[in-house]
């Protein structure tokens, strides 16, 4: 069979004037945490926080140093304030989020059982980023960015926002503009084969894919980390980073593997771990970096998001991910 990997990753200059590098696709949901365990009828008290895993990775990227954008739909709630809030304070560009007067904005609650961990209860069907349909798709500036992300939760939510996130995805490639893809499959949001047939198809439009290793086996059907990642890049993306947890990275660039370990941390909640390594990675690649220096920055900073409850409050900015570089020579 004929070496069936792309050419080398080739990263797209930057595009004169002003607008995103990096555009990221999805739905951003509110997060009410409970303050105290038990379950969602007994709590009180909760805290505000926000999830969405490329809203998270296009915060993450923002940190580090990316001209980021977000693209997506909101409704025209407080919900969808707060977001637009949490938006511009970390540098994200809004121009391409489409608020809608009457929709509704997705919203989830975390709750703490002894023993059990955390249960996620979500109010997101119907909301306003799952009516995402391919015409809201901005797509001149992306063909002005240099990169887009998208996730498989993105294409569970409805078949529109699949459609959506589809035809995002060939636009930029049509345009070359980088596609990176987080399978992210949730197991709640669609069958199994329907996750894997729109993944594996996911795959071959994509750039770089960033799969975990417990997803990638579900949906390859393979068990060691090396066929996983030979399976996505056997697709045809340049870059596969599949991710590991506490064991890291392993990093397949067209083909050639290289493992990455995990940078040393006390790890209290890895929530928003994979989208912050997603969203770090990419902007140091657009940076300048090679790809196997952009994975050892991002495994930095994606460890570091594991040492804070909650996604989106600990995801480091440039500076705290090479004090902890340099602290850990
Ligand atoms: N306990 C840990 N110690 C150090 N680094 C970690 C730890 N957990 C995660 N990481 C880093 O974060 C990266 C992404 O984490 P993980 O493998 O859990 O991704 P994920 O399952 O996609 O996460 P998400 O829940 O955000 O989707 C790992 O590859 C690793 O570099
Ligand atoms: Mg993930």
Request: hydrophobic share 45%.
């Amino acid at each position: 069979m004929p070496a069936p990997f792309r050419t080398p990753l080739t990263v797209p200059a930057r595009a004169t004037g002003a607008g995103p590098d990096i555009l990221a696709l999805g739905e951003p949901l509110v997060e009410f945490s409970a303050d105290s365990d038990g379950a969602l009828e007994d709590a009180v008290r909760f805290t505000l926080g926000y999830g969405g895993d490329t809203s998270n990775a296009a915060i993450a990227a923002s940190r580090s140093g990316a001209r980021t954008g977000y693209l997506t739909r909101i409704g025209g709630d407080a919900f969808g304030a707060l977001l637009l809030d949490l938006w511009t304070r970390n540098g994200v560009d809004i121009s391409g989020v489409i608020q809608v007067p009457d929709g509704d904005t997705g919203l989830y609650f975390i709750t703490r059982h002894a023993g059990e961990g955390h249960r996620f209860t979500y109010r997101r069907a119907g909301s306003a980023a799952a009516r995402l349909t391919p015409a809201d798709i901005p797509e001149e500036a992306l063909a002005r960015a240099r990169l887009l992300h998208v996730s498989g939760i993105t294409q569970a939510v409805s078949a529109s926002a699949c459609d959506a996130a589809l035809h995002a995805m060939r636009t930029a490639r049509a345009a070359g503009t980088l596609v990176s893809y987080d399978p992210n499959h949730r197991p709640a949001l669609w069958p199994l084969e329907r996750a894997r047939a729109t993944v594996l198809h996911s795959a071959s439009l994509a750039d770089i894919v960033l799969p975990n290793l417990e997803e990638g086996r579900l949906l390859t059907g393979e068990e060691s980390p090396e066929a996983v990642a030979e399976c996505f890049a056997r697709r045809g993306p340049a870059v596969v980073a599949l991710k590991m947890g506490a064991e890291g990275v392993l990093l397949s660039e067209r083909g050639r593997l290289t493992r990455i370990p995990a940078h040393p941390v006390r790890a209290v909640d890895a929530t928003g771990a994979g989208d912050t390594f997603d969203g770090a990675f990419a902007a140091r690649l657009l940076a300048g970096d090679t790809v196997e220096d952009a994975a050892r920055y991002a495994v930095v900073a994606a460890a570091l998001t594991t040492t804070g409850h909650g996604a989106v409050g600990p995801i480091p900015n440039r500076a705290a991910v090479e004090k902890a570089r340099a602290a850990a020579v």
